[in-house]
């Protein structure tokens, strides 16, 4: 069945999936603060609307995937009140425990059903429709996400109340940036002591030390590719949000603070707009 779907935020994420919603049939409407970037979309028979409010009017589902929880509170402050009473909002941003909490409180001020649903995935895997979509919210409403879910994910991981599933979300990630900078590092002291990076890989492939992932970013990181597939940036604001829960729940994490240092050294060499491989370009330099 066909449903009457919002997409806010159309970037490197935003647009696959709501290529995939529509392609699976639903009616799209999305929106875009800077709306050149959403206009690509309009081939794929989606509506491009100007404000948050015009996107959102007349839908069912509205999702969010933006930067950062301020983003998602000022689109959807001005988008809540031209839902329709019977919509349902599914949050796909990655935007920590706080912002969770204070968007879920958006939404309860409006009575309408909210969705705390980051994904996991990069570009690769939201341009195939193959993102693990982790959701946690109200039971007796999930039937009207789970189409959309469906169409953007391989599986969907149901969790309980709003909050877990960012949590779970955290967890994830804190693997996913520890592991790329730990690839990063252990490239670059190979290159310090004139060891061929591919090398150390041959050395792996296969046994119990071997990842997918690894192989992966350290292939982007060997050959200087960083077309972003998760921006360092954007891993960098992930980072912080990882530290900042950490330090509320009274854990000390210096392995992810390290990794926060050799984030910020690639930053600031000019790298944050590039993929989070790019950690390696701070390493190298450090």
């Known amino acids: 069945m066909s449903t009457n779907v919002a997409v806010l935020g159309t970037g490197i994420m935003g647009a696959p999936m709501a290529r995939n919603i529509a392609t699976a049939?639903?009616?799209?409407?999305?929106?875009?603060?800077?709306?050149?970037?959403?206009?690509?979309?309009?081939?794929?028979?989606?509506?491009?609307?100007?404000?948050?409010?015009?996107?959102?009017?007349?839908?069912?589902?509205?999702v969010t995937m933006l930067a950062n929880g301020e983003a998602v509170h000022a689109a959807m402050a001005e988008a809540l009140p031209a839902m329709p009473s019977s919509a349902v909002w599914a949050q796909c941003s990655t935007v920590g425990i706080a912002w969770t909490e204070r968007l879920s409180a958006l939404a309860a001020e409006r009575?309408?059903?909210?969705?705390?649903?980051?994904?996991?995935?990069?570009?690769?895997?939201?341009?195939?429709?193959?993102?693990?979509?982790?959701?946690?919210?109200?039971?007796?409403?999930r039937d009207r996400v789970q189409p959309i879910f469906d169409a953007i994910g391989q599986r969907t991981v149901w969790l309980g109340a709003a909050g877990e599933a960012t949590r779970l979300k955290l967890v994830a990630n804190s693997w996913v940036v520890d592991l790329?900078?730990?690839?990063?590092?252990?490239?670059?002291?190979?290159?310090?002591?004139?060891?061929?990076?591919?090398?150390?890989?041959e050395l792996i492939s296969g046994g119990t030390l071997d990842c997918p992932y690894a192989h992966i970013k350290g292939k982007a990181m060997l050959t200087g590719d960083f077309t972003p597939s998760f921006s360092l940036e954007l891993a960098r604001k992930?980072?912080?949000?990882?530290?900042?829960?950490?330090?509320?729940?009274?854990?000390?994490?210096?392995?992810?603070?390290g990794v926060a240092e050799a984030f910020d050294r690639a930053i600031a060499a000019g790298h944050a707009e590039e993929d989070m491989a790019a950690a390696y370009a701070g390493y190298a330099s450090g």
Not at 114 to 134: C, K, M, N
Not at 239 to 256: D, Q, Y
């Open 180 to 201: 790329d900078a730990a690839v990063a590092e252990t490239l670059a002291l190979a290159r310090a002591l004139d060891v061929p990076g591919e090398r150390f890989f």
């Open 25 to 62: 049939g639903h009616r799209v409407r999305a929106w875009n603060r800077t709306r050149a970037k959403a206009e690509p979309l309009t081939e794929h028979g989606i509506e491009v609307a100007d404000t948050p409010a015009e996107a959102v009017a007349g839908t069912e589902v509205v």
């Open 111 to 141: 009575d309408v059903p909210f969705f705390d649903s980051p994904v996991l995935g990069t570009r690769q895997p939201a341009e195939a429709g193959q993102l693990v979509v982790l959701a946690a919210g109200p039971e007796d409403v």
């Open 238 to 257: 992930d980072v912080g949000l990882i530290l900042e829960a950490a330090s509320s729940a009274g854990l000390a994490t210096p392995v992810t603070k």
